[in-house]
């Protein structure tokens, strides 16, 4: 663990030798993000389940197995179910909302941790186990199976889903209650129920926690939590 920490710190120091600023931080990892996707020779393929749902219609429950896959129809299809019909639109937003997520983590990591040079390090400690998911993959060792729940199951560096918006949402939401912009998290907590619900009992369970815990010191805060 010493050495870990040694080596962390000797490589920051280095960086900051180098002049590294928050904007050559941000092109590292994109151009790091993009060597990813080359190196793995990834190609935006729809999900099957999520191709058909998409040109399902609400009264379409002809036989069981439609019923079942409008289940998980949620309003995000009625705004972005066009995406899925579309191979030139998928390819661009699943690389899109990919270059998002993987940034967004990194502001919102700057903004916890106040350490440009930690919140690279965990970025960048992201993409290398997801690429070794994929070797692990590629050759059956099952090694890196727990990676495919990371961040509350937000399918990170994957096709374009519904979970990668929830994930997205989700991390907002993160920001704007470090900002102490509590209403705009609770609107945005709200707007996920109609993304991916079942995920977002989890981070209601998580918000309602924190909102509980700032009212025992703060009775003002309170009404947060109610909300």
């Known amino acids: 663990m010493k050495f870990f920490i040694s080596m962390n710190k000797k490589i920051s120091l280095l960086f900051n030798k180098l002049n590294f600023n928050e904007l050559h931080y941000i092109i590292l990892i994109n151009f790091l993000l993009l060597s990813y996707f080359i190196l793995v020779s990834f190609k935006p393929i729809p999900d099957s389940t999520h191709y058909l749902v998409s040109f399902l219609n609400e009264d379409d429950k002809s036989d069981l197995i439609n019923w079942a896959i409008l289940f998980i129809k949620t309003p995000f299809y009625q705004f972005f179910g066009n995406v899925f019909q579309s191979p030139n639109k ?38 290398f186990f997801k690429f070794l998911e994929k070797v692990s993959i590629s050759y059956s060792l099952g090694f890196f199976d727990f990676f495919n729940h990371f961040i509350i199951n937000a399918d990170i560096l994957k096709i374009f889903t519904v979970r990668q918006f ?33 995920s977002n009992l989890f981070c209601i369970l998580i918000f309602s926690t924190l909102f509980f815990l700032k009212s025992i010191n703060d009775k003002e805060n309170f009404k947060y939590f109610l909300i």
Request: hydrophobic letters at 60%; glycine letters at 2%; aromatic letters at 26%.
């Open 90 to 127: 998928y390819i661009v937003c699943t690389y899109l909302i990919n270059f998002i997520f993987i940034n967004l983590i990194f502001f919102i990591l700057f903004r916890i941790s106040k350490n440009i040079f930690i919140s690279f390090f965990v970025v960048c400690t992201i993409i």
């Open 166 to 198: 929830f994930g997205i949402v989700f991390l907002l939401s993160i920001f704007f209650f470090l900002n102490k912009r509590y209403y705009t998290t609770i609107l945005l907590l709200f707007l996920n129920n109609f993304t991916h619900p079942n």
